[in-house]
């Protein structure tokens, strides 16, 4: 049985104060029988982790995320935080390499590599993302393109390794956009990167690992997104700067 995640990706927003309330509502409804599977993250900018993680106290199914890590352990690196610091703060997750990042500060897949060793290591949980552009939807190289960014940022990890990482595929074309992927396109994506991870570590570890789908997801799709065989979970960003939208969500299984 994969595990069920539902993680916001706050990106950057939120004041201190709507911070808290925001975490705070969150861990109220969080409450909720019909979620006690479901893994609740918050992932916040670096200022919040930790009263984010106070307030989420004892929860049992809300944990904190960062939304990037440094490649290096520790140093002189102004401005960075490295994963050891993030795990001493009782960080659970960290999401690593989302479209912005790559995008914005031209992190690469040799970049991502060692910032996902440095969070394993570190006992982090890395959020993994991968997903294409428009352009390269509508050349229809998608497939080989994602799976490309798997093999040259993943596969010289080691089985036990990759077991712990999340998988989050987001089509830059739907993130902020409105413009969702519908849950066949989805679907066929999640089943090939399923079927590429199978191919590198064997089919168990392959069905072991949760893949998330982020792009313009809100309550009134995630329901359909969520019912597909290889859909996991989300990576919301817009959605999950409102309570009540974030666990619509993830009441939508
Ligand atoms: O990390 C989250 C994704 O970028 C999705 O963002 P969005 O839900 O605002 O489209």
């Known amino acids: 049985m994969r595990k069920k995640i539902i993680a916001g990706n706050w990106k950057m927003n939120m004041t201190y104060e709507e911070g808290q309330i925001l975490t705070s509502e969150i861990v109220q409804m969080a409450q909720d029988e019909q979620l006690k599977d479901v893994s609740l993250v918050l992932n916040p900018p670096f200022p919040h982790l930790h009263v984010v993680k106070k307030l989420i106290g004892g929860a049992p199914n809300v944990f904190v995320g960062a939304q990037n890590c440094s490649d290096k352990e520790s140093g ?90 999340t998988i989050a595929y987001e089509p830059i074309w739907a993130i902020g956009t409105g413009k969702t992927a519908s849950a066949e396109q989805a679907q066929e994506m999640h089943a090939a990167i399923r079927k590429h991870l199978a191919s590198k570590y064997g089919k168990e570890v392959a069905d072991s690992i949760s893949i998330l789908y982020g792009g313009s997801m809100k309550p009134s799709n995630a329901a359909e997104l969520l019912a597909k065989p290889d859909v996991d979970g989300g990576l919301i960003g817009g959605a999950s700067l409102k309570s009540r939208d974030f666990i619509d969500i993830a009441k939508s299984y």
Request: charged fraction near 25%.
């Open 76 to 165: 002189a690196y102004t401005g960075e935080v490295s994963a050891p610091i993030l795990a001493s703060f009782g960080v659970n997750f960290v999401i690593i390499g989302h479209s912005e990042r790559r995008e914005y500060f031209k992190e690469n897949n040799e970049m991502l590599t060692e910032k996902v060793k440095q969070a394993l290591a570190a006992g982090l949980q890395p959020i993994f993302c991968c997903g294409e552009s428009l352009d390269i939807r509508e050349a229809g190289t998608h497939e080989p393109n994602v799976k490309f960014q798997l093999t040259d940022s993943l596969f010289e990890l080691s089985a036990e390794e990759i077991s712990k990482v």
